[in-house]
């Protein structure tokens, strides 16, 4: 919607661009298109902010001559200068290179430096034999650059070459309703020679020089893919190693948690070891101690038997003692005659 505004109406597309935006603010060609609107209108500063976020989306240099012209429009040719320089003009497209060169040139312009100006337009596609999509623009700007320098007659040549090469252009191959033409399709198909008068002359006689710029600008992109696919596998690497040392710290921490576990484990268990044998210990105390009472309680009544049984020998003895003179007396009495019974009874001791 935004694209097909912009020509007739700026201000509603760059509305469209913004409410756009809002939605889908990381896809590139949506900043893009907020971008061109902006700069569209006069809004340069958004513009440069729009066009830097659109490059670090897609890593794309193919605005890079807007945003020099956006520097310029802000009145900071020396920063539009130091812009250009960012970007190597062999790493862009034709169309691309041309347009970095016409807003370097504007910017020496603006720096008063004419000299300067007309030596950042002499690029490899400033070639008056041959006419591409971007060579009428570059042919006007070069004779622009000249009239400045009061070189009137070679401005006035390369003015009627732009125009000649825009008509044939337009004639040839009816490209006055297209926007954009693709550029390896411009190479091989698309390209109309000239003589130095500005007539078409047979493209055979420089097919050459034709041949060697197309291989040129495969090795570029080759090149470009190259280094793409490149970058592309360093951070696909950098990602592995960034998730394996990820996954090695998560199982450093997941070891580190079972062994402080395993030891709390070790320690209760030591700990419950050490109260079992510390409550073990006064039973045992007590065991010892009723076993030694009871040893004193049976010696004690060991030595009871003993005084009672030495009580009853004693006894015994005596008894003894006692019945010997008895019997004496009866011997005698066997022996000598009659011995009356009290007698008897008064010479027994235990009566006494």
């Not at 009627?160 to 825009?166: G, L, P, Q, S, Y």
């Amino acid at each position: 919607m935004a694209a097909g505004l912009l020509e007739h109406d700026p201000e509603l597309a760059h509305q469209h661009a913004t409410s756009a935006a809002r939605r889908a603010g990381r896809i590139g060609v949506v900043r893009e298109t907020l971008a061109v609107t902006a700069y569209s209108t006069g809004d340069y500063q958004l513009a440069l902010r729009e066009l830097r976020t659109f490059r670090r989306i897609t890593g794309s240099n193919e605005n890079i001559a807007l945003m020099v012209d956006c520097e310029r429009a802000l009145e900071r040719p020396d920063r539009a200068l130091e812009e250009g320089r960012t970007v190597d003009p062999s790493t862009l497209a034709p169309e691309a290179r041309v347009a970095l060169a016409i807003a370097m040139s504007g910017a020496r312009l603006d720096q008063n430096k004419p000299e300067l100006a007309l030596a950042e337009l002499q690029i490899p596609e400033l070639d008056p034999n041959r006419a591409f999509d971007w060579s009428p623009d570059l042919f006007s700007a070069y004779a622009e650059v000249l009239g400045d320098l009061d070189r009137d007659k070679e401005a006035a040549t390369w003015r009627k070459r732009a125009r000649i090469a825009a008509e044939a252009i337009d004639e040839r191959y009816n490209l006055s309703a297209a926007e954009t033409i693709d550029i390896t399709t411009i190479y091989e198909d698309y390209a109309t020679d000239l003589n130095e008068d500005g007539v078409e002359i047979d493209a055979d006689v420089d097919e050459a020089d034709a041949e060697a710029e197309v291989e040129a600008e495969a090795e570029v992109v080759a090149e470009a893919e190259g280094l793409a696919d490149n970058a592309a596998d360093a951070e696909n690497a950098a990602d592995a190693a960034a998730i394996a040392d990820a996954e090695a710290i998560v199982e450093g921490e997941a070891e580190a948690e079972v062994l402080t576990e395993a030891e709390e484990i070790a320690e209760d268990a030591a700990d419950s070891e050490d109260a079992a044998d510390a409550a073990a210990a006064p039973t045992d105390e007590s065991a010892a101690h009723d076993e030694s009472a009871v040893s004193e309680e049976t010696v004690a009544d060991t030595e009871g038997a003993d005084a009672v049984t030495s009580e009853v020998d004693n006894t015994s003895a005596a008894a003894d003692e006692a019945s010997a003179p008895a019997a004496e007396t009866e011997e005698e009495s066997t022996d000598g005659g009659t011995v009356s019974a009290p007698e008897a009874a008064d010479d027994n001791p235990a009566d006494r």
